[in-house]
């Protein structure tokens, strides 16, 4: 038992990989960090016990993982179980706990570094049996498709002498096509003169006609444009007057309120006055019975009195211009009244020029369209001649083009041959190529396999042959590709010529 640890025995402490368990080192690391608790002068065979097993952990693990542990970091040999000398204090014992918890650091390191070898290793020999698989697959696509391609090498030669006997066949067709055209045209060129003939003669007298209806709407045009004046001359005039009769109501109306006030004012005027005079008359009869007689205020008479003058004179005045205005009135009506059947007569005679300026228009388009149809007919006639020896030139065209075609078919059809045949054999070389690649990656992967099991994991030597490997394989995916590529190209430069022979 180990004083500080529990009842736990180091020796069931490994895992069934035979290492150590990590919370059980961590739980020494702490330990040895802080100080064994409760731990004194009669316990120091404790930690010298602990770095013993420790450091036979260590050479045990290293065993069954089938590598010799790094000689420069080997632990030291073994200490008996006998007690340590006295002499030893517990700082040095502490030290030596951490070196060989560092040890097995290390070793587990080593460790996973070997599992981690193990590991790759495994994905390569999957990737290489993939490989294979794939060399496998592309050497059975490559025969399948050197199979079709000479299949359609031979559908190819069929086709190619179809396409001869078409193009005999289309040549004597074009042959007859060129001397029917060549009659039909000359009896089309002789017709089309004719026509050209009739349509200049209908042109020019069109074009007569043109001229007198357009020298004809512009006289109606002018003929409008002055009625047009005279429209918004009256118009002008009416509106004016219009404003002048707005004005004269307007000044009416001012004049009839303000003789309404002078009304008002003059009959309040007349109130005064005779509620004054019966004042007076009521008490001159008082004073008479009393023995003096009223004496009546003659300023106030007299003010009343200029008042009632000057009220009757204003009323008078207003009367006079209410008169002079309703005569202006009665003149702009009149005026307006005139204005009005003027701007009505002036309208009604630039609606007729307006509707004959557009019967003139409506005519004049008419012949405008009667002369283009004739240019037209004209024009089209040009255009059946030009068109008609165009036919002509195109038949003997395609008699030449068709000659051209058939020595371009038979050159194509040559040529797509030797295509074929070069494709073919550079498919055999690139399937050839891939084997001899794929053989040699087979054989670099067996010599990295058997190095790789002769070599401790985690040397240098041991990744330099895991990269022996890499590359090995990398090289057989690279020649299957490119092999691959090989047979797409070929394929794909078949079917070009097979397209182009099918489109000739």
């Known amino acids: 038992m180990v004083p500080g640890l529990g009842r736990m025995r180091l020796e069931t402490r490994l895992d069934s990989r035979?290492?150590?368990?990590?919370?059980?080192?961590?739980?020494?690391?702490?330990?040895?960090?802080?100080?064994?608790?409760?731990?004194?002068?009669?316990?120091?065979?404790?930690p010298a016990q602990v770095l013993c097993r420790v450091a036979r952990v260590d050479t045990d693990a290293v065993s069954r993982n089938g590598s010799s542990p790094d000689p420069s970091r080997a632990p030291s040999p073994e200490p008996s179980s006998s007690p340590l000398p006295a002499a030893m204090s517990n700082e040095e014992l502490q030290l030596a706990l951490k070196e060989a918890l560092a040890k097995v650091d290390l070793l587990e390191q080593q460790v996973a570094i070997v599992d981690e070898l193990q590991a790759h290793m495994e994905e390569q020999d999957s990737l290489i049996t993939q490989l294979q698989e794939l060399v496998v697959a592309n050497r059975r696509e490559q025969a399948d498709e050197s199979g079709e391609l000479r299949t359609q090498v031979g559908q190819l030669q069929v086709a190619l002498a179809s396409a001869e006997s078409r193009l005999a066949s289309q040549q004597a067709e074009a042959a007859a096509r060129v001397e029917a055209?060549?009659?039909?045209?000359?009896?089309?060129?002789?017709?089309?003169?004719?026509?050209e003939e009739g349509a200049r003669a209908r042109q020019k007298e069109l074009q007569a006609a043109l001229d007198s209806a357009r020298r004809e709407l512009a006289e109606r045009e002018a003929a409008a444009a002055s009625l047009q004046e005279q429209l918004n001359t009256a118009a002008a005039a009416a509106k004016a007057a219009e404003a002048d009769a707005d004005k004269a109501r307007g000044e009416t109306a001012e004049a009839l309120s303000k003789l309404g006030k002078q009304m008002a004012e003059y009959a309040a005027i007349e109130a005064d006055v005779e509620r004054m005079r019966r004042q007076v008359n009521s008490r001159g009869k008082k004073g008479f019975a009393r023995g003096f007689g009223a004496q009546p205020d003659d300023k106030q008479m007299t003010s009343l009195r200029q008042a009632l003058r000057s009220a009757q004179d204003e009323l008078e005045a207003l009367?006079?211009?209410?008169?002079?205005?309703?005569?202006?009135?009665?003149?702009?009506?009149?005026?307006?009244?005139?204005?009005?059947?003027?701007?009505?007569?002036?309208?009604?005679?630039?609606?007729a020029a307006r509707s004959?300026?557009?019967a003139a228009k409506a005519a004049l388009a008419a012949k405008e369209e009667a002369a283009d149809g004739a240019l037209a007919a004209a024009k089209a006639a040009e255009e059946a001649k030009a068109k008609a020896e165009a036919e002509a030139a195109a038949l003997r065209a395609r008699a030449e083009a068709a000659e051209t075609e058939v020595l371009a078919a038979r050159k194509a059809a040559d040529e797509a041959k030797a295509a074929a045949q070069a494709a073919a054999e550079k498919a055999a070389q690139a399937l050839a190529a891939a084997k001899a690649d794929s053989e040699k990656a087979d054989a670099d992967k067996a010599a990295a396999a058997a190095l790789t099991a002769t070599m401790v994991p985690g040397s240098e030597e041991s990744k330099e042959a895991q990269a022996a490997a890499e590359a090995a394989d990398k090289a057989a995916a690279a020649a299957a590709a490119a092999a691959t590529a090989a047979q797409a190209e070929a394929m794909t430069a078949l079917q070009a010529q097979l397209e182009e022979l099918r489109a000739q």
Do not use: F, I
């Not at 290492?19 to 002068?41: D, E, H, M, T």
């Not at 055209?181 to 026509?195: C, F, I, Y």
């Open 18 to 46: 035979g290492r150590v368990p990590s919370r059980y080192l961590k739980q020494v690391r702490r330990r040895a960090l802080n100080g064994w608790p409760g731990w004194s002068s009669h316990h120091h065979q404790v």
């Open 356 to 358: 004959a300026a557009d």
């Open 181 to 195: 055209a060549a009659k039909a045209q000359a009896a089309r060129q002789a017709e089309m003169e004719a026509l």
């Open 319 to 351: 009367q006079s211009t209410l008169e002079q205005k309703e005569a202006a009135l009665t003149t702009a009506n009149a005026s307006l009244a005139a204005a009005t059947s003027a701007a009505s007569s002036s309208a009604e005679e630039l609606a």
